[in-house]
């Protein structure tokens, strides 16, 4: 049993705890809430192994690096990440809906991966640039914040939602969730841009190179930084709060699937 093969079967996991989370919304039934919990649950350990098999195996074909050197595995500890810090926050937010939507996103993200071809899952060395002891932490760093704004703007859509609706019985709640989710993901963005530069001096010989991936990077980090700026300091709320948060969250997508697709550059292995 490879880590592909795994990582198929994780990928079903999560859609059906997606479908009961959205099951429990509709029915109410705290019970359908609790098999979507086991369904999460069991998927992270199987993800969590799986990313162990890979990194395992890489050993033993004699190029032993953590599984976080291309695009295909990028995608593989995005989706990990997301389910990682919503168990981390589920104590704290006893919300399906923050189930429903971690868990599908993850699904996606899975999905998303297994239709990139059997080359992108073969295990390969790593390039010139990527051998360093600063490519866990800065990835690690990065994709922990990617998986906060994921979850930040689920919870930006809710809070969208009800305003247009007029529904403000918990919109308070869903902003909440918004700024800690955006207060740790900033932390952790924070983090790994600077460890992105230590490594970018390490392996080209500078710090910062506006690097088409370097620059969205700092747009993302400007967003969020005025999201926090604005809750902090302009005490704003509401529908201008959950724009921002959104906006902030496109400009992540664009960073982590924009900058590969439609610009070039140093980056685009990742």
């Not at 460890?195 to 080209?204: E, F, L, S, V």
Request: net charge positive; proline share 2%; glycine share 8%.
């Amino acid at each position: 049993m490879n880590d592909t093969y795994i990582l198929s079967v994780t990928t079903f996991v999560y859609f059906f705890a997606a479908f009961f989370y959205l099951s429990s919304l509709f029915f109410h039934k705290r019970f359908v809430e609790r098999v979507a919990l086991i369904f999460v649950c069991s998927g992270c350990a199987l993800h969590t192994v799986a990313i162990g098999i890979r990194w395992i195996i890489s050993y033993h074909l004699g190029i032993g690096h953590a599984p976080l050197s291309n695009f295909y595995e990028s995608l593989v500890f995005f989706s990990w990440a997301i389910i990682f810090v919503f168990l981390l926050m589920i104590r704290r937010y006893k919300q399906p809906t923050i189930g429903m939507f971690a868990s599908f996103f993850a699904f996606l993200l899975l999905a998303y991966a297994s239709l990139s071809g059997q080359v992108a899952h073969e295990i390969q060395p790593l390039i010139p640039a990527l051998p360093s002891n600063w490519l866990i932490s800065h990835v690690i760093s990065s994709f922990l914040a990617y998986a906060c704004f994921t979850i930040s703007f689920g919870a930006s859509v809710v809070t969208l939602t009800r305003l247009i609706g007029r529904i403000s019985t918990d919109t308070d709640f869903w902003e909440d969730v918004t700024y800690r989710m955006i207060s740790m993901g900033f932390v952790l963005l924070t983090l790994g841009i600077i460890t992105g530069a230590a490594w970018a001096d390490r392996a080209w010989g500078r710090y910062w190179g506006w690097d088409p991936k370097e620059t969205w990077s700092l747009i993302t980090w400007l967003i969020y930084g005025t999201f926090l700026h604005a809750r902090l300091i302009g005490k704003w709320r509401g529908l201008r709060m959950s724009l921002i948060s959104i906006l902030g969250f496109l400009a992540v997508m664009f960073t982590y699937l924009g900058v590969n697709y439609i610009l070039s550059g140093m980056h685009s292995y990742l």
